[in-house]
């Protein structure tokens, strides 16, 4: 299966590119590396606000980190035309807006990691930093950053 | 205009190389890019102490932020002597200080970001992620990594 | 004197490659990049757990800092199988699980940069960003992630 095809089993829709918040691109492309900004979660469009350990849980977290993982996937479509141009997802950093005794970091970026390992495969396999931040902008729960290699 | 035209045309005049707190180094080449280590905002060549939403306003962030975008810039010539070799500035990570409830992270590292693209015009439009951290060495408000692609 | 050589010198024994906590992989190599996943610190097996500020030291965190230098290292060895193939550690990302008054994450850092430096020389000579976050998975005291260029 492609990868679209692989979405589309998913029920997975593309969502457009997303606009930056502010002063900076979502991608950038240098020799075969794609770099993705920071994508915060968003939940009908609007920050999806909260902070583990305060007023989130760990699983409501998984669905936040795998809604950042399909406009990841988005940004990437847009931004090289073919997702199966993608040849390895190589690294994601997931901060995790996080109360100081909240330790389910990695927990919470499962949701995004097990979407690339179901869309992509064997190439979605990637490594990770997962940690608890102080706060994300405008005070959304999870915010995710991406490499990925290109062929 | 050269990238040096712009600087002067902004009054901006690049600090020497700043010396790292610790045992690491200002910069590394590998291949065609320049990895610059995270810089600290500094005033009067000491740490600028602050944290947002506590004792630092958003206005006053976007200030250190630029600040750290000069000492980035001035690391930069230091480590290639000509800084029209930079092709492309790809990414900045921007860490802010944060209290729990500070949320603009985002218009903070503009105050960076801004910088790039009024010295470097297109090329100086990048990826970027920026969030709250608990704290940062010495007490510093902001501390920024950057990754630019040479020519 | 070899990377091995060094490291029976300091009676470093390197640990099998660390099984990640969730679903990623411990390294992924693109081009002539080797990318590690965030380490946590660990202690007899198990999650090394502390908050600066709160109930560790800078100097236990040197320590743990040096004990995820280690298991990085062992890491390295178990993906590329010799180490003498590593022609630069490149850069370090240093988290520091901080209480909001801990400004000394660069010195908890340092404990991971000298081991580089000692085992590998002037190529362990990196580029780094170390900061306080507010919390780490497993609540380990420190995580660090970890590019290296390969020859």
Not at 21 to 40: E, K, R
Request: aromatic share 6%; net charge neutral.
């Amino acid at each position: 299966m492609s990868v679209y095809e692989k979405l589309t089993a998913l029920r997975i829709t593309l969502p457009p590119i997303a606009t930056p918040a502010a002063l900076y691109v979502p991608y950038a492309i240098t020799g075969n590396l794609l770099f993705l900004s920071g994508h915060i979660a968003k939940q009908d469009g609007k920050p999806w606000v909260g902070q583990f350990g305060l007023n989130m849980t760990t699983d409501r977290g998984k669905e936040a980190a795998r809604s950042v993982a399909i406009d990841l996937i988005g940004t990437m479509h847009a931004a090289i035309g073919d997702l199966n141009r993608i040849s390895r997802i190589v690294k994601l950093m997931v901060l995790v807006n996080s109360a100081p005794t909240f330790t389910e970091h990695h927990l919470v970026a499962n949701g995004a990691s097990e979407l690339f390992g179901e869309v992509f495969g064997e190439p979605g396999k990637h490594v990770r930093s997962a940690f608890g931040v102080a706060q994300i902008p405008l005070g959304s729960c999870v915010e995710i950053e991406l490499v990925a290699e290109l062929r």
